[in-house]
C-alpha cells in the first residue's frame, strides 16, 4: 500500500557524551495505532540528514508503509540550523566509536518510547538500517552490534576505513595531531584530530565494515554507482563478497557517481533517474524482508 499523505516530527535524543542528536521521524498518515517497522537513515562522511535529496526519500519510503527515522550523527559538525558546520570542533573528533554509538542510542531510544509518535506505533521488532558512504559503512556494523536490526541496505559504502587515510594525513596526525580537509561544496576547511585515526586502529575488529558483515546472517543488500569518483564501487563488491547471508543481492547503477546524481542543495521536482532506482530497490528490499 502506498500512503498519500505523510507526517514528520523532530526532535533529539541525547548521545553517550550528553550531546544533541536531532532525528527526524516520518510516519504515513494511516489509522491511528497502526504498528509499522523502521527504518533508520545514516548520512555520510560531511553529510547531514538534511543533504540533498535524503528528506525526500526518507519521505518516500515512508509513503511505502513504514517509520522513518533520519539523524544527524552528534559529532558530525552540524549544529541548530541543521545546515551549516557550525561545529567544527565536534566535527575534527567525530569517531566510528561515538557514530556506532549514536545508532545505539536511536535504537534505544525507540525502545523506551523517548522517540514516538501520537499516531502511529513503532516495531521494535522490525528495525531496518540504510546508510550512504561512511554512513554505509557505520549500517553495517550497527547491523553487527544491533540484534533489533533485521535488515540491511548499504548505498555506495566504505568497504574498510582505516583503507581511507592517505599517507599525508597520517604523517599529519603524527607530526601536527591533526589533519585538514577541505568542504568542496562550502571552501571551509575543517580539522580531523588524532584520534579519529587512533580509534578506527585501536578498534579496527569492531569498527571495519569488511570484518563486520561477516557475521550477518540477515536480508542484506548492497548499492553503489559504476562510475563513484570518491568510493568505488569495488568496496561494495567486497562486502557483498564477504557477506555470509542467504538472502543477499548486489546492485550496480550504470553511469552513477556517488551521491546518484544528486547535489546540494536539491531543489528538482524529479529524482534524478539513477537515484530513483536507487530508491527504488532499496524500497523494494525493505518492502520484502522487513513488512
Known amino acids: 500500500m502506498s500512503y498519500n499523505s505523510i507526517t ?6 541525547p548521545s553517550t557524551e550528553n550531546l544533541p542528536i536531532y532525528y527526524d521521524l516520518y510516519a504515513p498518515v494511516t489509522t491511528p495505532g497502526s504498528i509499522l517497522p523502521v527504518i533508520l537513515f545514516l548520512h555520510g562522511f560531511k553529510g547531514f540528514k538534511d543533504w540533498g535529496a535524503f528528506p525526500d526519500a526518507c ?10 527515522i533520519s539523524f544527524n550523527f552528534s559529532l558530525n559538525g552540524i549544529g541548530k540550523n541543521m545546515l551549516e558546520f557550525d561545529e567544527p570542533e565536534h566535527f575534527a573528533r567525530e569517531t566510528l566509536s561515538q557514530d556506532l554509538n549514536d545508532v545505539g542510542s536511536i535504537i534505544e531510544a525507540i525502545k523506551n518510547k523517548d522517540i514516538k ?3 502511529i506505533v513503532l516495531d521494535t521488532d522490525r528495525i531496518g538500517i540504510v546508510g550512504h558512504s561512511r554512513g554505509g559503512h557505520t549500517a553495517v556494523t550497527a547491523a553487527a552490534d544491533y540484534s533489533e ?17 592517505s599517507k599525508k594525513m597520517i604523517q599529519d596526525w603524527e607530526t601536527n595531531g591533526f589533519t585538514e580537509i577541505e568542504n568542496s561544496r562550502t571552501g571551509q576547511v575543517l580539522k580531523i584530530d588524532k584520534a579519529v585515526y587512533e580509534d578506527a586502529l585501536k578498534n579496527a575488529d569492531h569498527l571495519m565494515a569488511i570484518r563486520r558483515v561477516q557475521e550477518l546472517h540477515i536480508p542484506s543488500m548492497f548499492i553503489a554507482g559504476k562510475d ?3 568510493v568505488p564501487f569495488r568496496d561494495t563488491e567486497k562486502l557483498y563478497r564477504k557477506s555470509p547471508s542467504e538472502d543477499k543481492e548486489i546492485r550496480l547503477i550504470q553511469g552513477a557517481g556517488h551521491t546518484f546524481g544528486v547535489s546540494h542543495p536539491f531543489e528538482e521536482e524529479d529524482f534524478p533517474s539513477e537515484f530513483a532506482e536507487v530508491l527504488d530497490f532499496t524500497e523494494g528490499w525493505f518492502l520484502e524482508y522487513l513488512r
Open 8 to 13: 514528520k516530527q523532530v526532535g533529539s535524543i
Open 59 to 68: 519521505e518516500e519510503l515512508a509513503r511505502a508503509g513504514f517509520a522513518v
Open 149 to 165: 536490526i533485521h535488515c540491511l541496505v548499504t548505498w555506495s559504502a566504505v568497504s574498510d576505513y582505516n583503507s581511507r587515510w
Open 117 to 119: 509518535s501520537d499516531k
Open 228 to 230: 563513484d569518483e570518491s
